[in-house]
């Protein structure tokens, strides 16, 4: 009984993984087009002072810019944002599989590889090194310096 609970438990995480619900009103919750394709109609077109078209021509630009805007848009992203969703799923995972298995082992042998290098590097600084800037650390040791004011 308990090994069917845990098992169910495991399907349902797995399920909740891949079926999680999506928010239809907030579909940007982490801001990542916050000011990048934010464009309204005022960003894009304007009149300065003096120079104004009829009024009825700048409504009628307003609603053919937002209307065309809007199914434009709509119509892209029904032809295309399911492919593009799967590039863009395809090129993830394979970044992802790239990274977990390519670069972090080739970074942890590296790792492994430079430390054992750092430890005779270390050697040898101590060895030749350390004896070497100790003895001159003696010579100059038994240096003076005296500073006169001579008027």
């Known amino acids: 009984m ?86 863009w799923g395809f090129l993830f995972a394979c970044i992802s599989f790239c990274h977990i298995w390519a670069v972090v082992p080739c970074i942890k042998s590296y ?3 430079i430390q054992c290098i750092s430890h005779i590097y270390s050697l040898c600084i101590r060895t030749f090194c350390n004896p070497l800037f100790a003895a001159l650390g003696q010579v100059c040791s038994s240096i003076k310096v005296v500073l006169r004011k001579e008027v």
């Open 2 to 87: 308990m090994a069917e609970e845990h098992t169910d438990l495991e399907a349902q995480i797995v399920k909740d993984i891949h079926c999680k619900e999506i928010d239809l009103v907030n579909r940007d919750p982490k801001n990542i087009n916050e000011d990048i394709v934010k464009v309204d109609f005022e960003d894009v077109i304007a009149e300065p002072v003096g120079t104004y078209s009829f009024d009825g021509v700048w409504k009628v630009s307003y609603t053919t810019f937002t209307v065309s805007k809007y199914w434009c848009y709509r119509l892209l992203s029904t032809l295309l944002g399911v492919p593009l969703a799967l590039l």
């Open 111 to 113: 790792l492994i590889e």
